[in-house]
């Protein structure tokens, strides 16, 4: 196998790991808000999502990713539901959006790597012919670069959230009619995201 | 373009959070939509509405294939759009019969607008046949993966695998009508040949190399040898793969071997100058008027490599009566590579010799029985055999027969030229 090839396999290596890190440190995250009596859960939930998530990774399973995907939703729900009981999510919104949009980008550094599993399959890389070490190379590039362009993209959709959140609470506290701007805010983006994603194309 | 199952999937957890400030009286909730509704309307600004425009060319090499010969696939799309063309899904479709053996026929790429693409893949060798690689399939989406666009991309093309063919070395056909070209057919006749046919006396002009010396000292005077000129003749090779011929008499494969047998004498007799057409009867009945030259074993052979063992539509008899009376001049050589069995083929063989056709039957050898089987089908087996050898009996006064074992080489068979006989 020439250099080439084994350089691209060791980035490929990396971007699997920092998959499944991601998705370790999103719920570990999610672990360490849980109420003192429902962390043992929290623990068991990360580890399980972990081992999904790496093993999928691992074995090229996208059910299973979806699976260790939906653990950390369920983490997260738990996690809402607990708040919701104690009336304290308006109080963690910050931490746990930012848990949210970190589950979200997880999703999409996963959905990036199984889109390319076949191409770094052994059996593939084992028999490369001709010009397939560029076509490594060109999917190798366009995985990091989707992967970097992702972490921004939900980086400032988290920035944009809160300070659509902050700038309702601000315009509440002048009017308090806008008391449910948040509200306000929320339907209008989605019937506005509804509108452009229904539309003719 | 649908929504995919992601779509879908966001936007029931965006109202699943509404659902919960509802339910919960906490608008602290609906902050979760905001970053949904981003990526919505992310995902809906930076995506081209236009259909991917994409230009699929694919090459195969070789393109025909003598077996046994890995085969390089080649696909090159063009991004003929004016958009960025993100994760695009491309497949190229191919037979569930041909195995990948390098590379991956599937892949998702982005594309630029104008960009071309290059991708390889190698196939393993199939068994003989013709096989069509393609459409391609084609899926692209949005950059969120929110939407889906497929489409099929008819960039069919075709792969054959020709028969394999064995070198048997000359193969003596003795025919009653022969040709004007010289070949390699005793013609009966005088002319220029490598078998002595005759003597006689010395004329001015002839060559000193003809002379026989042992004659002329005999005689007292020159005395020069005579050859039989040796000429071309036409050939039809008939090759017999009807279901009723393929019993389960033979432990091996007697189709395959039979459409093997059948291309290597096509090669050899048409590599001896010979005129040579084929009939395939089987599922799939094709045939050949007899024609010279490498075109022509080409032609053969293609023919012979879509050759499809089954239940044939019409009776063996109709289908040669009429292909030798439409396509084979009179006294020409017929070919049979056919398991004789059944009576259909038994008479045949005796209606074209009758007319006066030369007749070479090849046949596949039946194995003992050796196997484990039970008594009843033990006991068919032997009434199936005893049958054929009854048949090939037959045909022993009529056409000369060859038993030929997919064990022994052919070529080893032909030199010996011992027709098969009743033991």
Redesign the interface.
Known sequence: METGVEAYLLRWRFLRIFAVAWLLLSLVFITILFPPHLILLGILGSILGTCIGGMAILKGRWRWAVISLLDGSVMLFVL?LTQ?MS?T??QN?PV??LQ??ML?FAT?VF?VIF??L??Y?K??IQ??????IA?LA??NE?AFR?VARFGL??AS??L??IA??YLGTYLASITPVLA?V??F??VV??S???L??M?E? | MPLTRKAVAFLALAYLFIGLSLGFREPAFTAFVIPLALVFFYSSIFTHSERSDLKIKRWIYPPRSFGGQSIDVTVEVLNASRSVIADIYIEDQMPESILLEAGTNSLTMSLRPGEVFEHSYRISAPKRGRYLLGPIKVRSGDVMGFREYSQTIQAVDQVTILPKVEELGTVELKARSVGPWPGSVPSRNLGAGTEFFELRLYTPGDELRRINWKASAKQGRLVTNEFESERVTDVLVVIDCSEAALSRLFEFDAAEFQVTLAASLCSQLILQGNRVGLLAYGAERTWLAPAFGKRQLLRLLNGLAIVKAGRATVPIGYAVETIVAAVLPARSVIVFVSPIMGDEILDVITNVASAGYSVICFTPKADSFVKKESEARLLARKILAAERRINMEQITSVAKLFEISPQTSIKFLLRRRTPWKLV
């Open positions: 809402l919701a009336k999510v308006g919104l746990t959006l949210f949009v979200l999409e959905a889109k390319r076949d191409l399959a059996e593939t028999s490369l012919v001709g010009v397939p076509v060109r999917s366009q989707q993209l939900f959709f988290y944009i959230s659509a959140l449910d948040s509200l805010v929320v983006s989605i506005l995201a509804l452009v994603l539309r194309d």
